[in-house]
């Protein structure tokens, strides 16, 4: 069983940066650690590659303890005869990595291309892969490439490679033209086309390359893709001819009227530019940047001192990389590897072993990829939040789901332009405009006559973000719904409530947090929902957090908490752990749970074997029961604080289509997470 994959790019370039991030996904769904290792680095130990890999997939070692050798290292060995010494050297390096991790990716050498040695070079690669145990996949670049002469590269490679002893499991071909054929080979050949978010520069990238000095934008502007560039030196209307979504507008600082052009143009959504470049060292009119200002263009303005064809020239030649710094480059990258790689097919061929322990990444992992298996609408009533749409356009990247946002659409389309973010096919209703509205407020109206509500009152109601989502998701025209950045829990799932109810045979919607700690992930329950449930209710709610544990991959294991462990204490609050435990146990026979317990017989094994030895649950228990609003919701909190966890909720559960709620601290990896776990329990609603 192969524990690491080799990828080695055939000939210069290939954006190995792509195929590394989709290889280390995958393996990272299927083992808790894995590491990164590349044979050769620069001189300064220093590799973007692994830096992305190691930074992204919490590689616990040292960078410096990675790689196998420098290239110069590796160049003075070659030249004096000691080639052998070189690899021997890798190859003890790569073991003492492959000792401490269950999986390895190796990302191959990047020698410059020339006098021979393409073909040195993959021989190279080849044999350290065959070294080190590892199956290999090629990746050739078919950037600038026709389709026949990808075509035959593709071919070329696995047959180069298995004649030098490699075994290949895949072929990639990277930055193809599209539609590309690829040949038919005895393993798996994958096209993925040039995805410019990808390989564009941002403004940020671009400013360091130039030096330039910013004179107007901050952070978010500095994360804008930089697809074109346009020279601004004729008059206005020319210019306006020439603007092109994602161009950096490069013109003299003295040009006043195309400073203020271009950003009237950005503002007016004529274009979405990537920002502009000020040449000449000239500073611009001060009254004309007061009125760029003014506009909110979220544009980043810079000044060098080149002239403009200098400065085309030097920005042309720089190329983006993803990096942990622009995770909107990760995402990009990873959506175009799984959209065009069937990862299933891949992850068999890698066949790695599969950790038996839910790893706070391979959860993360496992998520998005569940979610994309059978891809559901969602529904985002916060249209107009900043986080909501970086996130929607990560979702979106990612195939993760289907989106429709709430909002103006006027409003919205302002504000992406104005984030720099690309919300490609989403869906944008505006509650108060939208031929929807009578038919949700006469379904609404009915569903809460016996309130009193009227025809009327119900056409103010729906109009509500929150109150129009739930409408479509009861109306079958959203799966589920994801609130709360903006609106409290109660204003979040107050309407589902009302509208959508809980499912039959469960008394009680409840909620819980998927808790992320350094080497596993817990279920704590209930957090956000019920102040004191009694005996009857603490059971729903261990019911219904057993099953959600087992719907995302933790095996139950159910820990009915209270400040007594056995038959150790007495009370009124036992008394009802006690009781709900004993429901528990006649309703799910088969489900593991105790009760009462204290917390930490039920986490830590030393402990337990004190209180509860023959305890099954106490000391592995992975779904954690509170007795009440106020212990639970301290305790999510106080370990979320000081033990670091990530805490992923609350999810809710019980109902009979999926809400959830976010906090309104949430960042832009909840959101992410809260919608894909909302979209898998729509997946399984609809089986």
């Given at each position: 069983?192969?524990?690491?994959?080799?990828?080695?790019?055939?000939?210069?370039?290939?954006?190995?940066?792509?195929?590394?991030?989709?290889?280390?996904?995958?393996?990272?769904?299927?083992?808790?650690?894995?590491?990164?290792?590349?044979?050769?680095?620069?001189?300064?130990?220093?590799?973007?590659?692994?830096?992305?890999?190691?930074?992204?997939?919490?590689?616990?070692?040292?960078?410096?303890?990675?790689?196998?050798?420098?290239?110069?290292?590796?160049?003075?060995?070659?030249?004096?005869?000691?080639?052998?010494?070189?690899?021997?050297?890798?190859?003890?390096?790569?073991?003492?990595?492959?000792?401490?991790?269950?999986?390895?990716?190796?990302?191959?050498?990047?020698?410059?291309?020339?006098?021979?040695?393409?073909?040195?070079?993959?021989?190279?690669?080849?044999?350290?892969?065959?070294?080190?145990?590892?199956?290999?996949?090629?990746?050739?670049?078919?950037?600038?490439?026709?389709?026949?002469?990808?075509?035959?590269?593709?071919?070329?490679?696995?047959?180069?490679?298995?004649?030098?002893?490699?075994?290949?499991?895949?072929?990639?071909?990277?930055?193809?033209?599209?539609?590309?054929?690829?040949?038919?080979?005895?393993v798996p050949a994958y096209a993925i086309p040039e995805v410019p978010t990808v390989s564009a520069p941002t403004v940020a990238e671009v400013a360091a390359a130039l030096?330039?000095?910013?004179?107007?934008?901050?952070?978010?502007?500095?994360?804008?893709?930089?697809?074109?560039?346009?020279?601004?030196?004729?008059?206005?209307?020319?210019?306006?001819?020439?603007?092109?979504?994602?161009?950096?507008?490069?013109?003299?600082?003295?040009?006043?009227?195309?400073?203020?052009?271009?950003?009237?143009?950005?503002?007016?959504?004529?274009?979405?530019?990537?920002?502009?470049?000020?040449?000449?060292?000239?500073?611009?009119?001060?009254?004309?940047?007061?009125?760029?200002?003014?506009?909110?263009?979220?544009?980043?303005?810079?000044?060098?001192?080149?002239?403009?064809?200098?400065?085309?020239?030097?920005?042309?030649?720089?190329?983006?990389?993803?990096?942990?710094?622009?995770?909107?480059?990760?995402?990009?990258?990873?959506?175009?590897?799984?959209?065009?790689?069937?990862?299933?097919?891949?992850?068999?061929?890698?066949?790695?072993?599969?950790?038996?322990?839910?790893?706070?990444?391979?959860?993360?992992?496992?998520?998005?990829?569940?979610?994309?298996?059978?891809?559901?609408?969602?529904?985002?009533?916060?249209?107009?939040?900043?986080?909501?749409?970086?996130?929607?356009?990560?979702?979106?990247?990612?195939?993760?789901?289907?989106?429709?946002?709430?909002?103006?659409?006027?409003?919205?389309?302002?504000?992406?332009?104005?984030?720099?973010?690309?919300?490609?096919?989403?869906?944008?209703?505006?509650?108060?405009?939208?031929?929807?509205?009578?038919?949700?407020?006469?379904?609404?109206?009915?569903?809460?006559?016996?309130?009193?509500?009227?025809?009327?009152?119900?056409?103010?109601?729906?109009?509500?973000?929150?109150?129009?989502?739930?409408?479509?998701?009861?109306?079958?025209r959203a799966d589920g719904m994801v609130s709360g950045a903006t609106h409290t829990t109660a204003a979040t799932i107050r309407p589902a409530f009302e509208i959508i109810?809980?499912?039959?045979?469960?008394?009680?919607?409840?909620?819980?947090?998927?808790?992320?700690?350094?080497?596993?992930?817990?279920?704590?329950?209930?957090?956000?929902?019920?102040?004191?449930?009694?005996?009857?209710?603490?059971?729903?709610?261990?019911?219904?957090?057993?099953?959600?544990?087992?719907?995302?991959?933790?095996?139950?294991?159910?820990?009915?908490?209270?400040?007594?462990?056995?038959?150790?204490?007495?009370?009124?609050?036992?008394?009802?752990?006690?009781?709900?435990?004993?429901?528990?146990?006649?309703?799910?026979?088969?489900?593991?749970?105790?009760?009462?317990?204290?917390?930490?017989?039920?986490?830590?094994?030393?402990?337990?074997?004190?209180?509860?030895?023959?305890?099954?649950?106490?000391?592995?228990?992975?779904?954690?029961?509170?007795?009440?609003?106020?212990?639970?919701?301290?305790?999510?909190?106080?370990?979320?604080?000081?033990?670091?966890?990530?805490?992923?909720?609350?999810?809710?559960?019980?109902?009979?289509?999926?809400?959830?709620?976010?906090?309104?601290?949430?960042?832009?990896?909840?959101?992410?997470?809260?919608?894909?776990?909302?979209?898998?329990?729509?997946?399984?609603?609809?089986?």
């Amino acid at each position: 069983m192969a524990r690491s994959v080799y990828l080695t790019s055939v000939g210069s370039g290939g954006g190995k940066s792509t195929l590394a991030l989709g290889l280390a996904e995958l393996l990272s769904r299927q083992v808790g650690r894995i590491a990164a290792f590349r044979p050769l680095v620069a001189g300064d130990g220093s590799d973007p590659i692994l830096a992305l890999l190691t930074e992204r997939y919490r590689v616990e070692l040292p960078v410096d303890e990675l790689h196998g050798a420098t290239y110069a290292e590796a160049t003075e060995l070659v030249a004096n005869g000691r080639r052998e010494e070189l690899i021997s050297r890798i190859v003890a390096r790569y073991r003492e990595v492959e000792r401490r991790c269950p999986a390895v990716v190796v990302v191959g050498s990047d020698f410059a291309d020339g006098d021979g040695a393409g073909p040195r070079e993959l021989a190279f690669n080849a044999r350290l892969a065959t070294e080190f145990g590892s199956v290999v996949v090629p990746v050739v670049d078919g950037f600038g490439q026709s389709p026949e002469a990808v075509a035959a590269a593709v071919r070329g490679a696995y047959h180069d490679l298995a004649d030098l002893g490699a075994t290949v499991v895949a072929v990639v071909a990277n930055r193809v033209p599209e539609p590309t054929a690829l040949p038919e080979l005895p393993v798996p050949a994958y096209a993925i086309p040039e995805v410019p978010t990808v390989s564009a520069p941002t403004v940020a990238e671009v400013a360091a390359a130039l030096g330039a000095t910013r004179l107007a934008g901050d952070r978010a502007a500095l994360d804008r893709d930089v697809l074109d560039y346009v020279v601004g030196a004729a008059h206005v209307p020319t210019l306006l001819d020439h603007l092109t979504d994602g161009a950096l507008v490069i013109t003299p600082g003295d040009r006043a009227d195309l400073l203020v052009a271009a950003g009237a143009a950005h503002v007016a959504g004529q274009v979405s530019l990537a920002g502009l470049v000020l040449t000449l060292g000239e500073q611009p009119d001060p009254r004309a940047m007061r009125l760029v200002e003014r506009m909110n263009t979220g544009l980043a303005v810079l000044s060098v001192t080149s002239d403009s064809y200098d400065t085309v020239e030097a920005s042309s030649r720089i190329e983006g990389r993803p990096s942990t710094a622009n995770p909107r480059k990760v995402e990009a990258a990873l959506g175009a590897f799984e959209r065009c790689v069937d990862t299933d097919d891949l992850a068999r061929r890698l066949r790695v072993t599969r950790s038996a322990r839910v790893t706070p990444l391979m959860f993360e992992n496992d998520l998005i990829d569940r979610a994309r298996a059978r891809r559901r609408r969602l529904v985002l009533p916060e249209g107009g939040e900043e986080r909501i749409l970086r996130a929607a356009e990560v979702l979106l990247r990612r195939g993760v789901a289907d989106l429709t946002l709430l909002g103006r659409p006027d409003e919205v389309a302002r504000r992406t332009r104005e984030l720099g973010v690309d919300l490609g096919d989403a869906q944008v209703v505006d509650p108060a405009t939208s031929e929807w509205r009578d038919e949700f407020a006469e379904a609404y109206a009915k569903l809460r006559a016996h309130r009193g509500v009227t025809p009327e009152l119900a056409y103010d109601v729906v109009a509500q973000p929150n109150y129009f989502g739930t409408m479509m998701v009861q109306a079958g025209r959203a799966d589920g719904m994801v609130s709360g950045a903006t609106h409290t829990t109660a204003a979040t799932i107050r309407p589902a409530f009302e509208i959508i109810r809980t499912v039959p045979g469960v008394s009680v919607a409840s909620s819980v947090f998927f808790m992320l700690l350094a080497d596993r992930v817990l279920v704590y329950g209930d957090c956000a929902v019920n102040p004191d449930p009694d005996a009857a209710q603490l059971a729903d709610i261990a019911i219904s957090s057993a099953d959600t544990a087992a719907r995302f991959g933790i095996e139950p294991r159910v820990a009915m908490l209270s400040y007594s462990t056995g038959s150790s204490g007495a009370g009124a609050d036992v008394e009802k752990v006690a009781a709900a435990t004993k429901l528990v146990r006649e309703r799910r026979p088969e489900l593991l749970v105790e009760g009462p317990i204290q917390y930490d017989a039920a986490i830590d094994p030393q402990v337990a074997a004190t209180k509860l030895p023959d305890s099954p649950v106490a000391g592995r228990a992975t779904v954690f029961i509170f007795p009440d609003l106020n212990t639970g919701n301290n305790t999510y909190k106080a370990v979320q604080r000081s033990a670091g966890a990530v805490a992923v909720g609350p999810v809710m559960q019980g109902l009979r289509r999926p809400v959830n709620d976010l906090s309104r601290g949430a960042t832009v990896p909840d959101i992410v997470n809260t919608v894909a776990i909302t979209a898998i329990q729509a997946a399984a609603e609809a089986s």
